[in-house]
């Protein structure tokens, strides 16, 4: 093979290669997003869990608090 037809060879398993490299680079990128999302909706799900979980627990103390209070009222 000549030079010049070598480089056309080189040249094109080096797009070749280029392309299936950005392809596997984009799956990538869209699977670190994708797990980006899951993750981010995860975490606003347990902090909303939590936050109920701490209101429920407050209005209970409160609702003790206030039965102490009519009781030592008595």
Not at 31 to 54: C, E, G, M, Y
Request: no cysteine; proline share 1%; aromatic share 6%.
């Amino acid at each position: 093979a000549s030079i010049p037809e070598s480089w056309v060879q080189y040249t094109e398993e080096n797009i070749h290669r280029a392309l299936i490299e950005i392809s596997k680079s984009n799956e990538l990128l869209n699977a670190s997003n994708q797990l980006i999302v899951t993750t981010d909706n995860h975490i606003w799900s347990q902090w909303n869990h939590v936050n109920i979980s701490l209101e429920n627990r407050i209005t209970e103390e409160q609702i003790a608090k206030n039965k102490i209070q009519i009781h030592l009222e008595k």
